[in-house]
């Protein structure tokens, strides 16, 4: 007997963990009375295996007339219960113990004051027997008692007689809800003696159909009659072998986990829906002015070059256009803190971070729309196939961060791209070569200037050397002038051709990054509350093994 309750220990065990998980995982998903109600059943499962399980609860219940009270004294085998043509007769639950010591915290959580011991008898060992008020009584007090009890006791045994077994209030209220516990139920059509023998048989195969529409296939049903004793031997020897089994507390415990787990979802979960984030991350990349940043980056790579490697004599010019990029703001950053010296690090240096918003122009009405399209989405794949509360539970979670997409997005548009702003190593060099050819384009200005003064004052001419037939100044100037606008006009042949691969790296790089930021804002609360659905479900099979 002690190797069946450690058998049994540990899977009632873990079904009252996956209960108590999947309760937690539904909460502010599924009705609370759900799952309060989990939480009600896990607490009392705690509570009913601390206490004596040498002892089984059973409860006779029925409705006005019944005769419960009369089947109470036949089995305990003594006039414990008052019985009279006076209703309601029972007002409150007694007991009758059969072997009860050690029964007391057991019948002190149900509390039931009022204990008696049975006749002694050799049979029903650890038999708690209650005798419930009417379940149809006409006082409110008497009703709730019973529904109180209905939802603790080990055994269940339905008392009904043939004129109301068939009543809509016992089977609506009570053994239809109770399908779940069939195995801790016994059904007993009392007071047969005023039948004839045919007349009991067709009560029986009548009852046997109730009970079976009412999902309660294979609970015994007897025929009793308290007044003659027709019966009540088959009834104690049916109620001894469940007392005997000392399983009835754990297979009511099971059965109550079937039933709390049954009311936090249906039978078969539907498998959990997917995420994806491309229309979502093209829409936050149009709706961030990405085209426009893109754009912007080989304008703005153009326009440095120029500005570094461009004809020293006319450079100065392109200082005077502003950088695409700058005027975006992106490439305006600041350093995190500041020296000692109170001098502020260089914009490259480390700690370098972006100041303010950027530049590029509020998304449009329909940017916004298409993002709120594609958030919209996002929620209804992920919810695809989920049930109704878990669904809008996804569809909320791809939402909830939706109000700082617009600052995360500008944030990482303008830190992605100032990269874009990084000046390639060949640009020092070409402009090294240009000051040097402009030095000697100048040299050679001077030199002719030089001798032009000395011609103007009729001064003796020095030697002039010669390159070919052409004086060594007038090549200086005139190979200065011309080399530095070659090396400016390639110059920025190069910089066009290195300003759209930066462009492209540069589109590249902000789609990964937003993307990033879709995927944290959106996608991860969905994907969060979709594990969360998982591991409501993996935990509701769990429950329900």
Known sequence: MKLLRRK??????????ALLEAA???EGRLPEEAVSGARTVAERAGVRRSLSIEHTVAALAGATGSGKSSLYNALAGADLAAVGVVR???SAAQAALWDGEGSGPLLDWLDIPRRHPAAPASDLSGLVLLDLPDHDSIQVSHRLEVDRLVELVDLLVWVVDPQKYADAA????????LAAHRGVMLVVLNQVDRLPETAVDRCLRDLRRLLDEDGLEGVPVLAVSARTGAGLAELRALMNDRVAERKSWSTRLAADITTAAARLGPPEEAPAGQVTDRALTASLCAAAGVPLVVEAVAKGHRHRAVVATGWPVTRWVRRLRPDPLRRLRIGVLAPASRPAGGVPAGPSGPGAEVVGRTSVPAASALERARVETAIRDV????????????????????RSRSQELADAVDRVVATTSASATKRPRWWRAVNVLQWLVFAAMLAGALWLGGLFGMDYLRLPQPPLPTV???PWPTVLLAGGALAGVLIAALSRLTAWAGGRRRARRTARALRTAVGRVGDDLVLAPVRVELDRYTRFTEALTRARA
Do not use: F
């Open 24 to 26: 937690e995982l539904a």
């Open 88 to 90: 309601p007769t029972t």
């Open 379 to 398: 929620g209804e794949a992920a919810a695809s196939g989920l049930p109704g509360p878990w669904a809008a539970a996804v569809r909320q979670a791809a």
């Open 170 to 177: 016992l089977h609506d209220r009570y053994l239809r809800p």
């Open 8 to 17: 049994e220990g540990p899977s009632l065990d873990s079904r009252l963990a």
């Open 468 to 470: 070919g037939a052409v």
